[in-house]
């Protein structure tokens, strides 16, 4: 089993839906991401969780937000979803011992708004 | 602010040929620097990392890098590629309590 697991993998959704994205890990990690990756754009970070206690905003926050249920749980929600949140979503840990900065990305969740 | 540049969006090369991609950066300290690979329909997965001393970092499938300072660079090179590394290839910057940055990758494709 993967270590970063989201579901769902593939979304379609209608503009004004709301959907949520889930993330779970047995990494044993505290620190959580949420990116967004377009073609061209390389991946942006939306949010960001290092422990359940701690949530930030990353540099394309607006029209999501998230939770942090548990550890091992980090999930994205788009309250009102738009067209220009058609995009491909990953998950990712890191563990904060010895600050190496290294990234276990999920396998990735596309959402597709029509 | 810390900043990745990746000035190749596509590249093209025949099997077994030799590979660089390039990668530049701006970082206000040393900076801990990573290249990583997205094969279709996957995550990312990290090839290497660099944190500091020998400045040729050796990686996973037999990819390398060279950290140089003095051209803010962090080129990725493998010797002789081969078909299964078609893929996108992403650079980035950042960790310990900084946030990584990412680069736009770069896509690579292996020719017969």
């Known amino acids: 089993d993967a270590d970063v697991t989201q579901t769902p993998r593939n979304r379609i959704t209608k503009t004004g839906k709301r959907i949520m994205l889930e993330c779970s890990q047995t990494k044993g990690h505290d620190r959580m991401y949420w990116y967004r990756q377009d073609p061209g754009l390389g991946l942006q970070l939306i949010y960001y969780s290092f422990d359940v206690k701690d949530i930030n905003k990353g540099e394309i926050s607006d029209g999501y937000s998230v939770s942090r249920q548990a550890q091992a749980k980090f999930s994205l929600s788009l309250e009102s979803a738009i067209p220009n949140q058609t995009a491909l979503y990953f998950c990712a840990t890191s563990d904060p011992t010895g600050f190496t900065g290294e990234l276990f990305f999920g396998e990735g969740s596309r959402l597709t708004v029509l | 602010a810390q900043s990745v540049t990746q000035p190749d969006i596509h590249i093209t090369v025949s099997e077994g040929a030799s590979l660089e991609l390039r990668c530049n950066y701006s970082y206000g300290a040393t900076p801990y620097l990573f290249w990583y690979v997205q094969s279709p329909g996957q995550g990312l997965q990290l090839l290497l990392k660099y944190f500091s001393g020998d400045t040729l970092v050796q990686g996973i499938k037999g990819f390398e890098a060279e950290f140089k300072r003095s051209q803010s660079s962090f080129n990725l090179r493998k010797p002789s590629v081969h078909w299964s590394d078609a893929a996108e290839y992403f650079c980035?910057?950042?960790?310990?309590?900084?946030?990584?940055?990412f680069g736009t990758g770069t896509k690579l494709q292996v020719i017969p």
């Open positions: 980035a910057v950042g960790g310990g309590y900084q946030k990584v940055t």
